[in-house]
């Protein structure tokens, strides 16, 4: 049995966190591969190093000196090796850090020596070796994740190493530069391991027990998901319920290793598995778990007859492609089509720009702009197979008083996304977490 685990930032946030990461790694024998993040918060109002590095970044290419953020980062890694009595020159490394992120002048360089210097800090904690992801972890020279050479250049790496210390979020792009994930992108470098590592499973350890089933900041004490699938983890995390990188589930799809989550601070509890499909039952309940975003903008075109008229679509989209703007859902009718996108694209006049190029390309009969969209998403495979869900749900929305301002249903029945104005967000997800799990 092969586990690789994956800690993320509050897990790492201090000396004494690190102590039970360090006692879950040497629990079980099975824990060969460990994945860390940079040291988030240790309390609220408190920074994480990820956030400060982006801070540092910032200094050094306004002033060209890593300023006062910088210094935080040290106070932080000087602490964490303090707190852990640990024989580590942290103050040659840090000041090799800062004299490299000073030379690199480099975003991603910079927010990554959290993790570099994390995963450094923990390999000498657990006495394994220490992997760098830049290594190991390679993007091909479209910026694109090169999921063939990184499995290639890590199996060769972790051969022959009992156990090993992995750094997470980066890697190194086609031309030796560092390049990281997205944000929270620690996710996938678990995964991306555990690919390599032929693992039997990939714990993704946190700060909660589990995956619940909406957002406990919006709805008081959801319930918790057992297990899910990994389609089902992917909507939900795409759509805002960030316990785990919406991308996770690529590497370990192909290999078809389950993920857990697990709640370091109480390693006792099972927390949630997410599953292959070959795996999963969906236990017959209709809905699995709900969740949202907001800010979106929905841009509405309709012309009489767009339906015939060919190419139409594919100048919309032309204009779009122009504009490097991305969208998340494309609801049509037989005259109208919209497009929803998250509203920070379209800031500085893109908006604008782009909705005039839009009426020069397909000379529409109206084109109307909604902003301050929500979108939620109602997830569960159960959907399809319960007849009355799409009632139920829009039934409980009306009962709160809320208009519906789009609906989109993928044709696999996987999920309803319903769009909202923003300030009914929350009365909106209670409503529906209230209609499909206080039954
Ligand atoms: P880590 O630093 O360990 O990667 P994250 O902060 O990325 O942790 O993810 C865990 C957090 O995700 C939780 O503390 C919780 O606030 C938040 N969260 C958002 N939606 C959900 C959900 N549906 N279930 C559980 N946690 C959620
Ligand atoms: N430290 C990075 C972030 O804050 C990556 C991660 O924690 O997964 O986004
Ligand atoms: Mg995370």
């Not at 923990?122 to 992997?131: E, H, R, S």
């Not at 006049?349 to 998403?377: F, K, M, Q, T, W």
């Amino acid at each position: 049995m092969i586990k690789v685990c994956k800690f993320g930032g509050t897990s790492m946030a201090d000396g004494t966190n690190m102590r039970r990461v360090a006692d879950i790694v040497a629990s079980d024998e099975s824990r060969r591969y460990v994945v860390v993040s940079a040291p988030g918060k240790r309390f609220g109002g408190d920074a994480k190093i990820t956030d400060l590095l982006y801070e540092t970044y910032r200094n050094v290419s306004e002033t060209g000196s890593a300023g006062e953020a910088f210094g935080k980062v040290k106070e932080r890694f000087r602490g964490i090796t303090g707190e852990l009595g640990l024989d580590f020159d942290i103050d040659s490394l840090l000041a090799d850090t800062e004299k490299e992120i000073l030379a690199e002048r480099s975003e991603d360089f910079t927010a990554s020596r959290g993790e570099y210097l994390s995963a450094r800090l923990t390999a000498a904690l657990l006495g394994v070796p220490f992997i760098d992801a830049r290594e190991v972890v390679k993007f091909d020279a479209e910026g694109r994740f090169d999921g063939t050479r990184t499995d290639a250049l890590l199996k060769e790496a972790l051969k022959g190493k009992r156990r090993a210390v992995v750094s997470g979020f980066y890697g190194e792009d086609a031309f030796g530069k560092v390049k990281t994930f997205s944000r929270g992108g620690s996710d996938i470098s678990g995964a991306i391991v555990a690919r390599a590592a032929g693992a039997d499973l990939y714990e993704n350890w946190t700060d909660v027990s589990g995956f619940l089933a909406c957002d406990p900041r919006i709805v008081p004490n959801p319930q918790q998901i057992r297990a899910l699938s990994y389609k089902e983890l992917r909507e939900l995390s795409y759509m805002g319920a960030n316990v785990l990188h919406s991308e996770s589930i690529f590497p370990v799809r192909e290999a078809d290793i389950p993920i857990r989550i697990k709640n370091t601070f109480r390693p006792q509890d099972e927390g949630t598995d997410i599953l292959p499909a070959s795996k999963y039952s969906y236990g017959g309940r209709t809905v699995t778990g709900i969740a949202g975003k907001k800010n979106f903008t929905v841009i509405f075109i309709e012309k009489s007859l767009m339906n015939a008229e060919i190419g139409f679509t594919h100048r919309v989209l032309s204009v779009l492609l122009k504009y490097g703007i991305s969208f998340e859902h494309m609801p049509s009718g037989i005259d109208t089509m919209s497009f929803v996108i998250d509203s920070e694209q379209l800031k500085n006049g893109n908006l604008e720009a782009l909705c005039a190029e839009i009426r020069e390309a397909v000379s529409p009969d109206h084109l109307r702009v909604y902003d301050d969209i929500a979108l939620i998403a109602v997830v569960g495979h159960g959907m399809s197979r319960n007849i009355g869900t799409s009632a139920r749900l829009f039934q409980a929305i009306a009962r709160a008083g809320v208009n519906v301002r789009m609906i989109d249903q993928g044709s696999s029945e996987l999920n309803i996304i319903v769009g909202v104005d923003c300030e009914n967000y929350d009365r909106t997800l209670c409503a529906v977490y209230d209609e499909f799990f206080r039954e």
